[in-house]
C-alpha cells in the first residue's frame, strides 16, 4: 500500500500540529484520560519543552504521536496531523512507513532500545533498508554518515561493536543517529538523558539543539528538568493531570509563570548560586479515576478562589502565552500572594 501523499502547502512552517488529542486507559476503577484534549503545533527547527510530573501525561503524549500507545491505552479523539495528514486516519501499515522516516523519536534508556545480540552496524543498516530501497553497501555508509554526524569517534570501527561495547552517551549517540537515518521532520526525544551524568547530558543536549538548527528539525522533548528546558527549548508545555496547563516561549515562563502549578514546579528547582532552600508543593496530584470537579490542581493551590470550581478553559493571556488558571484571567497574570513577595520562580535551575 503507497503512503499518503502529502499536501504541497505549508503553513507558516509548521510540520506538525496536534488538535484536540485524547488517549484514554481503561481500569477497573473508570477510565483515566492519560492526555485530555492536548493541542499545539511545532515548526521547523523548533525545540517544544513538554514538563510536568510523573503521571502528568508527557510521556503518553509523547507515544500518541508515533501511535505507539500500550495496550489497553488508545486514541480515542483528536488530530495529529504531520505535514498536513492526520495520522490518527493512518493504516497500521502505513504508521509503520513513516515511524521512523518522517517522525522519529529517542527513548529514555537506550540499552533496550536496541537488540543485544547483533551490531550496531547490522541495526543501523537495517534501519535503512527497512525504508529505502538502497543497497546494503549504501545503507552502511548512511549508517557511517550518521554516527560522523553525532560525534561518533571511528564510526567505522564502532559499526563493528555490539550495544553492551558502548557507554550510555554513547549508545544514545547511537540512538540519535538511527533517528536521523532517514531524515524525519520531527524528532520527539523522551527524557532523552535521563541515565547519564551532567557532562554527557550536556553534549546530548547541545547535539539535539545543533541539528534543530542545522537540520531544521521540529524538536519535542519531554522532561521533568526544567534546566534542561531552559538551556535549549524555544518554547514549553506545562502538563498536569492530563491537560495543559501553560504554554509560552520560555522566556515568558521562566519570568511570568501564568499558572501555580508552574510557580510550583520552578519555585521547586534548586538554585545553584545561592543554594536556597527548595520551596516544596503542597499536597500531591489528583487520582486520575477521581478527578475534582473543576480546575485539577484547586485541591492544592495557594491561589484558589470560588471560581475554581469550575473548570478553566485554556486562555490567552497575552500574545503567545496561555494558562488553564481562573485567577489568571481575572488579572492577566498570577498576583503576588497575601504577606508575600511576587512567586516567578526566579534563580531556577
Not at 519531554?222 to 520560555?250: F, K, P, W
Request: overall charge neutral; hydrophobic content about 40%.
Amino acid at each position: 500500500m503507497e503512503a499518503r501523499a502529502a499536501p504541497d502547502s505549508r503553513l507558516d512552517g509548521t510540520v506538525l500540529a496536534v488538535r484536540d488529542l485524547v488517549t484514554v486507559y481503561p481500569t477497573r476503577l473508570g477510565v483515566v484520560p492519560a492526555v485530555d484534549h492536548v493541542g499545539f503545533e511545532l515548526r521547523a527547527g523548533e525545540i517544544l519543552g513538554i514538563v510536568g510530573d510523573s503521571g502528568s501525561g508527557k510521556t503518553t503524549l509523547a507515544r500518541s504521536l508515533l501511535g505507539l500507545v500500550a495496550a489497553p491505552g488508545r486514541i480515542v479523539g483528536g488530530e495529529i496531523l504531520l505535514h498536513g495528514r492526520n495520522l490518527l486516519e493512518f493504516t497500521p501499515e502505513e504508521m509503520r512507513r513513516v515511524r521512523g522516516t518522517e517522525i522519529a523519536m529517542i527513548f529514555q534508556n537506550p540499552i533496550r532500545s536496541f537488540h543485544p545480540g547483533f551490531t550496531i552496524g547490522r541495526q543501523l543498516t537495517e534501519a535503512v533498508t527497512r525504508h529505502q530501497r538502497v543497497s546494503r553497501r549504501d545503507a552502511r555508509h548512511k549508517a557511517i554518515e550518521a554516527l560522523t554526524w553525532v560525534g561518533m569517534p571511528e564510526p567505522a570501527v564502532r559499526m563493528k561493536d555490539h550495544p553492551h561495547q558502548f557507554s550510555g552517551g554513547m549508545l544514545q549517540r547511537v540512538m540519535i543517529a538511527m533517528s536521523l537515518l532517514n531524515e524525519p521532520a520531527v524528532l520527539v526525544a523522551d527524557e532523552p538523558t535521563t541515565a547519564l551524568d551532567v557532562t554527557i547530558q550536556a553534549q546530548i543536549l547541545e547535539l539535539v539543539q545543533k541539528l534543530a538548527v542545522d537540520r531544521g528539525l521540529g524538536v519535542i522533548l519531554v522532561t521533568h528538568n526544567l534546566g534542561m528546558v531552559a538551556s535549549i527549548c524555544d518554547r514549553v508545555m506545562v502538563m498536569y493531570a492530563g491537560q495543559v496547563v501553560e504554554e509560552a516561549s520560555v522566556d515568558d515562563v521562566f519570568a511570568h509563570p501564568a499558572h501555580p502549578y508552574t510557580v510550583g514546579l520552578l519555585d521547586s528547582q534548586p538554585d545553584r548560586a545561592t543554594g536556597a532552600r527548595l520551596e516544596a508543593m503542597a499536597g500531591g496530584s489528583p487520582k486520575m479515576t477521581a478527578l475534582p470537579p473543576g480546575c485539577r490542581f484547586e485541591p492544592r493551590c495557594a491561589y484558589a478562589e470560588p471560581a475554581c470550581s469550575q473548570p478553566p478553559d485554556l486562555w490567552n493571556l497575552r500574545k503567545g502565552q496561555t494558562a488553564r488558571c481562573w485567577v489568571s484571567r481575572r488579572h492577566g497574570k498570577l498576583p503576588a500572594l497575601p504577606d508575600s513577595g511576587p512567586s516567578t520562580g526566579a534563580g531556577t535551575g
